[in-house]
T-cell receptor, first 113, second 114 residues
Framework: DAKTTQPNSMESNEEEPVHLPCNHS???????IHWYRQLPSQGPEYVIH???SNVNNRMASLAIAEDRKSSTLILHRATLRDAAVYYC??????????????FGKGTKLSVIP | EPEVTQTPSHQVTQMGQEVILRCVPI?????FYWYRQILGQKVEFLVS????????KSEIFDDQFSVERPDGSNFTLKIRSTKLEDSAMYFC????????????FGPGTRLTVT
């Protein structure tokens, strides 16, 4: 899977929007952009994913640059429960028929009350 | 909402003992995975399983590890002879096939080897 680059940490005030950036300049045309998060002492949790178009779901929005070399996860109103490590992961087709996730260090989001 | 379950939540074992970690993936999923996370470190891929066989494994997944789907619902990870360095959180996950599908993770089993 192609490499992604994320800031180590970010802070946000509660109830304000958060924009978490991810750079993936070596993304291939068939790579999906996935976001997961891991709350303290829990397993990873799926947040959102997309291929080319921006995506919205009940948890977040994903804005994908036109050249697909970067993306931004948007939490519209941060809550204390959103404090977690957020991972941006690319997933492409695998000849081995396996679609495992390769986790980096992610961005640790702190939410200030 | 469907979820992946794992048992036990915490397992303590002595070095050299065998342990089996159990997972029940989401029922209509076809791909199953094990990951581990040593305290304070990244989540690491161990193995993926599809169609009753391993589809890919990492360097961590050596001969002391094995996986099995003994029936239509359970997916197990066996560690034959545990070492101190096997102490970690072990997460099971499942997904539908293809890179455009999300993976669902279980809550994890904390393995402590003494």
């Amino acid at each position: 899977d192609a490499k992604t680059t994320q800031p180590n940490s970010m802070e946000s005030n509660e109830e304000e929007p958060v924009h978490l950036p991810c750079n993936h300049s070596t993304i291939s045309g068939t790579d999906y952009i996935h976001w997961y998060r891991q709350l303290p002492s829990q397993g990873p949790e799926y947040v959102i994913h997309g291929l080319t178009s921006n995506v919205n779901n009940r948890m977040a929005s994903l804005a994908i640059a036109e050249d697909r070399k970067s993306s931004t996860l948007i939490l519209h109103r941060a809550t204390l429960r959103d404090a977690a490590v957020y991972y941006c992961i690319l997933r492409g087709y695998s000849g081995a028929g396996s679609y495992q996730l390769t986790f980096g260090k992610g961005t640790k989001l702190s939410v200030i009350p | 909402e469907p979820e992946v379950t794992q048992t036990p939540s915490h397992q303590v074992t002595q070095m050299g003992q065998e342990v089996i970690l159990r997972c029940v993936p989401i029922s209509n999923h076809l791909y199953f995975y094990w990951y581990r996370q040593i305290l304070g470190q990244k989540v690491e891929f161990l193995v993926s399983f599809y169609n009753n066989e391993i589809s890919e494994k990492s360097e961590i997944f050596d001969d002391q590890f094995s996986v099995e789907r003994p029936d239509g619902s359970n997916f197990t990870l066996k560690i034959r002879s545990t070492k101190l360095e096997d102490s970690a959180m072990y997460f099971c996950a499942s997904s539908e096939p293809g890179p455009g599908y999300e993976q669902y993770f279980g809550p994890g089993t904390r393995l402590t080897v003494t």
